[in-house]
């Protein structure tokens, strides 16, 4: 028999200890070495009106958990710069390791438990989208943005469960404080004025949006000391271009004191867009070279035919899908064209029509597609969550 100590959120606990017996010890959350491991439950592909992409792992059998019992193959395009999971820090560590071991904070009431989350820079909710593939309930999910676009996709694709909290500049302690505790903070501050393809970056000077970064890294640190003070794990996840000259790299591998992964999107799909990410979640050996990647022609509308095998990196503009001069499709009638708002939403798998609210044209739709996260890529980054949430 075990006594345990949980409670939810920050201040003392005021319960009483929890007896259970060596078969009810697995129903709470253990905090070990084994949680910063990738879990090998993977993502399911969704399913398409159109001409459904071609499914490359078998549906579970009946009986398993309802998030499917796939690998998840997550590793990083150079194992170099895999990140080394440290986090959470050493008196987080001492501090869970005095209740056992146990993982606090979360609500202890049921099997799958759900988890509080603050998006800043969240778009259409693409960090969402990847959480509810793996099957993790989500509590709360806080969103910080301003690009009214999005703002209507999020309330048209998940009314009621998103509670938008404006601009991330307004994200004061005294809001954080109100919104605690959080689990989990995901983001990705723009990169334009980052990018070495910008010729005119200002990357971090004043006025520029590149200080935005800043911003996240301040909400993050204030974060991790709430998690510590409260006793209750913190997870974060951050993305940016791999567009980075070396001095602004270090500036930001400095400032989350660890090294990027490097994840690129073709290791899911047919489209390179490689990304960096800063987090504390975990890491994998899977070799990525093992995966199946669906041809182009899967993603397409029916009749229409792709003269390249991958597109390149999908931007806001529709030119990005050209590669000298060519385009990735051939329509029906012989005419060379871009992919068109659905095709583009399948491939980053958000699903078909996802951005249509009835009121948006299709390039304004075009550049929500190209500022979203691509949703398998994220799952698998996140996918070490369903360890650690035992779900």
């Known amino acids: 028999m075990v006594q345990l100590f949980l409670w939810l959120g920050g201040g003392s606990p005021e319960v009483e200890p929890v007896i259970v017996g060596k078969q009810e010890e697995a129903r709470f959350f253990l905090i070990s070495s ?59 560590e001492e501090a869970c390791e005095d209740h056992n071991g146990y993982f606090l904070g979360f609500n202890t009431n049921s099997w799958c ?46 009314y009621g469960r998103i509670t938008e909290i404006g601009d991330v500049e307004a994200c004061t302690e ?5 919104i605690a505790p959080i689990h989990l903070l995901i983001g990705g501050s723009p990169c334009n004025q980052l990018s070495k393809v910008n010729p005119k970056r200002k990357l971090f000077a004043p006025g520029s949006s590149g200080r935005l970064f800043f911003t996240y890294v301040k909400i993050l640190n204030y974060l991790k ?5 409260n006793n209750h794990n913190f997870f974060y996840l951050y993305e940016n271009t791999s567009n980075l000259d070396r001095s602004t790299l270090l500036t930001m591998t400095k400032a989350f004191n660890a090294e990027p992964q490097v994840v690129d999107a073709l290791s899911f799909v047919p489209m390179r867009r490689k990304r960096l990410f800063w987090h504390n979640l975990g890491k994998s050996d899977v070799d990525l070279a093992s995966m199946e990647i669906p041809p182009l022609e899967d993603f397409l509308d029916p009749g229409r035919i792709a003269t390249v095998n991958m ?24 005419e060379e064209c871009t992919l ?48 650690v949430l035992q779900v």
């Open 113 to 158: 438990q759900p988890i509080r989350v603050l998006s800043l820079f969240d778009g259409i909710s693409s960090g969402l989208l990847a959480l509810d593939s793996l099957g993790i309930k989500v509590s709360e999910y806080f969103s910080a943005e301003i690009d009214k676009d999005a703002i209507s996709i999020q309330r048209k694709r998940f």
């Open 34 to 92: 084994a949680t910063t491991e990738l879990a090998t439950q993977g993502y399911n592909m969704p399913r398409y009106k159109k001409g459904g992409v071609r499914r490359r792992f078998k549906r579970p059998a009946k009986g398993t958990r309802h998030y499917g019992s796939q690998s998840c193959k997550l590793a990083a395009a150079n194992p170099s710069m895999a990140v080394d999971s440290t986090e959470p820090s050493q008196r987080q």
């Open 174 to 178: 005294l809001l954080l404080d109100q």
């Open 340 to 387: 068109n708002v659905n095709e583009l939403e399948r491939i980053f798998h958000l699903g078909e029509g996802f951005t249509d609210n009835g009121n948006l044209s299709i390039s304004r739709r075009r550049k929500l597609i190209g500022k979203s996260w691509v949703v398998p890529v994220i799952a698998c980054l996140l996918n070490p969550l369903l360890k």
């Open 225 to 229: 000391k709430k998690a510590i003070e």
């Open 311 to 334: 597109v390149c990196t999908i931007t806001t503009n529709n030119a990005s899908q050209k590669k000298k001069d060519k385009c990735p499709v051939v329509n029906f009638d012989g």
